[in-house]
Each structure stands twice: as C-alpha cells, then as structure tokens.
C-alpha cells in the first residue's frame, strides 16, 4: 500500500535575506578593494613609465657608442614627452623616436627634468653623457626618480 506523504518538501534555493547578506558581503569587499587597486595601478604606472625612460636612455647610450657619433635625448615637458632625433620610430619609420608618457599606457608627467639647466642630455661617441642628470615623474601621488651617472651613463631607477 501507499502512503501519501503529508508533509511538504522544500524545494532548494536560497532566500532573499541570504541574498542580501551575500550582495552585502560583496559590496563591502569591493568597497576596500576597489581603492587599493587604483593605488597599485597608478605605481604600476609610474613604475613602468620610469623603467621605459632608462631602457630609452640605454637606447640612445648604445646608439652613440655603435655609431661613434653623438646622441641627443630630448625632453619636451611642454608635452609630457621625449625624441631622440635620429633614431627612427618603431612604428612610423620615416618620423624620428618619440614617446608621450601622458598617453595610455603610462598616463604620468614629468616633475622635473636637469641636465645642467637645459632638457637636453647629449651621449658622446663613446656613450658618456654630456652632464649628470634627474628625471622626476609622477602618477597621482606616486612619483619616481631616474638618476643618470655621470662617469658611465647608465640611468638607474630610484
């Protein structure tokens, strides 16, 4: 014989005061994460845009020192930017090596730039460069120092 069953099943799910402490739980996750993300993003930034300056400094180093003839590195704080003349762009061949670190994916600025009062740091032919120099940039309230030696030429990221 068969019994009915009297009682009722309950169906699985979840109810809507579940749902809401979960949705809580999140937010308030999201609400601490989210600053701490864009804090490491802009160091992120920062970082890589310094890091991109000494390997460009490096560039023009090597360049003079192969060629044996001199190599301007050109800052342009006007426009948030630097070119090396003479150094063909890796993307437009016919227009000389440029880079705007206001653009994506850097989105950083110069502080300041010296290079014995002017923007210019010259390499010689054997990759010395005219004066010692400082490169300062910053990203929100992140900022980063690349120093140039004067007795090698190599810039090193502080």
Do not use: W
Request: aromatic share 6%; net charge negative.
């Amino acid at each position: 014989m068969f019994h009915a069953k009297t009682e009722k099943t309950r169906r699985g799910g979840f109810t809507l005061v579940e749902l809401v402490i979960v949705v809580l739980i999140i937010g308030l996750t999201a609400a601490v994460a989210v600053p701490r993300f864009a804090d490491a993003l802009v160091r992120c930034r920062v970082e890589a845009a310094a890091q991109r300056i000494a390997a460009d400094l490096e560039l023009a180093r090597r360049r003079a020192r192969a060629s044996s003839q001199s190599q301007v590195f050109r800052f342009l704080p006007a426009t948030e930017g630097y070119v090396l003349p003479g150094v063909p762009h890796l993307d437009h061949p016919g227009q000389d090596y440029t880079l705007t670190l206001s653009m994506p994916p850097y989105r950083s600025t110069f502080s300041g730039v010296d290079f014995g009062g002017d923007n210019d740091l010259i390499f010689d032919g054997h990759g010395l460069p005219d004066s010692e120099g400082e490169i300062s940039i910053q990203s929100g309230s992140h900022e980063k120092t690349i120093l140039v030696d004067p007795n090698t030429g190599e810039a090193n990221v502080l």
